[in-house]
């Protein structure tokens, strides 16, 4: 029988491990020192991280969100700053490597829309890589209604991202989009294949993993 997963809030007390399992998901996610962190933490509206409730000290997972209108320097939430969007940005979703498949992601998209309909903002927003390119990722926010605003070149020209949004809507609606996403992700990871980081094959479910990181900042 799956393990239950809950989310609680991120406190102090995790910055060691997430930044451990940030580092881990680079480079879809920055190198994050431990002082970053507690900075993104403290400025965040939105820090979750995913536990069994039998280690609830211990995350497996976590998202970090920004409401619109902070004072914050990351070249990748200035984007969207500067377009004037009322929206929730997605910061990073990191998921560690031995809790994946279990629709983590899923239960942290779900954590960041009620927080974007309670806080009456029109769009999520977030980026994903496309060199180096994260196709899963690109999939996986496609499922769940995000839609390519723009591209931008980060990290001095090194990184190209693109700048995605969904629009918030009804509570409804979501969750239907959520259901009908889980089931295609079911099917997927019955039937297709991918590529590794490493450029090897892998199974549909391993392609489907690659999908729960969010490229950040």
């Known amino acids: ?5 809950l989310l609680r809030p991120a406190t102090d ?7 451990t399992l940030n580092n881990a998901a680079i480079p879809a996610v920055p190198d994050t020192p431990a ?3 507690a900075e993104l933490l403290d400025v965040a509206s939105l820090a979750l991280v995913a536990v069994d409730p039998d280690s609830p000290a211990d995350p497996l997972g976590f998202v970090v969100a920004l409401e619109s209108g902070e004072d914050w320097p990351g070249e990748n939430y200035a984007w969207f700053e500067e377009r004037g969007l009322d929206h929730l940005y997605v ?7 031995g809790a994946r498949g279990r629709g983590i992601g899923q239960l ?6 009620d927080a974007a309909r309670t806080g009456g903002h029109e769009v999520v927003t977030c980026e994903v890589n496309l060199n180096p390119p994260n196709p899963g990722s690109m999939r996986f926010h496609g499922r769940l209604g995000f839609e390519e605003r723009g591209q ?10 693109a700048k995605l949004a969904a629009d918030v809507g009804s509570a409804d609606a979501y969750e239907a989009a ?13 039937t297709t294949t991918g590529t590794s980081r490493a450029g090897a094959p892998t199974t549909g479910t391993a392609a ?3 999908a729960l990181t969010t490229a950040a900042v």
């Open 1 to 5: 029988m799956p393990t239950a997963t």
């Open 178 to 190: 959520g259901r009908a996403a889980k089931r295609r992700a079911a099917t997927s990871r019955a």
């Open 208 to 210: 489907a993993r690659a």
């Open 108 to 113: 942290f998209y779900d954590a960041v829309f």
């Open 13 to 19: 007390a995790d910055i060691s491990r997430l930044v």
């Open 35 to 37: 002082a970053d962190m």
């Open 152 to 161: 931008q070149l980060t990290k001095g020209g090194d990184v190209l991202v």
């Open 91 to 97: 910061d990073r979703i990191v998921v560690g490597e």
